[in-house]
């Protein structure tokens, strides 16, 4: 069966300092991956999504990034952090376009 | 205008009673319909995909359509299990973006 690792679970930064939050999945091969923010009481707001290795595609222009270095490795960069990246990050994965995506446990981000 | 709008509760109904409630969306040209399912502070996990003709899954029952734009979800003899955030997520495209609406928290109560 497929399991989707994402950590850490919670993490406090300072404004201005860097980010980096993993994602792995395990039990299938090229997965779609996603990363999505849920700021409270907001709905999910896509912020990159890819289809392979290398490949990334961005939603929403800001301060982060993200890579692929591997087919199940997913990350999700910053290089100085703003008051506003706070909130819920998560992980998807998915096979194909079916629609039926598969979260991660998320890691809730509090920027200071 | 939002791409897809639900009322956000929230709704607060006795054990066993049926709840029921609707998600708009503003692509007439929407492909495939979800709901999910977000217990507080976890993540959404898929609930049941809505298909054109509507379908039932247990005590959860989702209708499509598509004339008005909008998708329901029915929950019959509710339980406390039941309270949590139900989002309405939406295709437009049949590829990999899906659009998911801000939820519909529900209380089941003792």
């Known amino acids: ?112 | 205008r939002k791409e897809v709008e639900q009322d956000p509760g929230p709704f607060n109904v006795p054990e066993g009673a049926t709840v029921a409630f609707n998600c708009t969306y503003s692509n007439s040209a929407s492909q495939s319909f979800f709901w999910y399912r977000q217990d507080c502070r976890k993540e959404p996990k898929l609930l049941m995909s809505v298909y054109s003709s509507g379908n039932e899954d247990g005590r959860f029952t989702a209708q499509l359509n598509r004339a008005s734009q909008y998708i329901s979800l029915l929950i019959r003899d509710s339980k406390l299990s039941d309270s949590a955030t139900y989002l309405c997520v939406v295709n437009f495209r049949n590829d990999y973006k899906l659009s998911f609406g801000a939820g519909t928290t529900v209380t089941v109560r003792a």
């Open chain 1, 1 to 112: 069966s497929q399991t989707i690792h994402q950590w850490p679970a919670t993490l406090v930064q300072p404004v201005g300092s860097p980010l980096s939050l993993e994602c792995t999945v395990e039990g299938t091969s090229n997965p779609n991956l996603y990363w999505y923010r849920q700021a409270a009481g907001r709905g999910l707001q896509l912020l990159f999504y890819s289809v392979g290795i290398g490949q990334i595609s961005s939603e929403v222009p800001q301060n982060l990034s993200a890579s692929r270095p591997q087919d199940r490795q997913f990350i999700l960069s910053s290089k100085k952090l703003l008051l506003s990246d706070s909130g819920f990050y998560l992980c998807a994965w998915s096979v194909g376009g079916t629609g039926e995506q598969y979260f991660g446990p998320g890691t809730r981000l509090t920027v200071t």
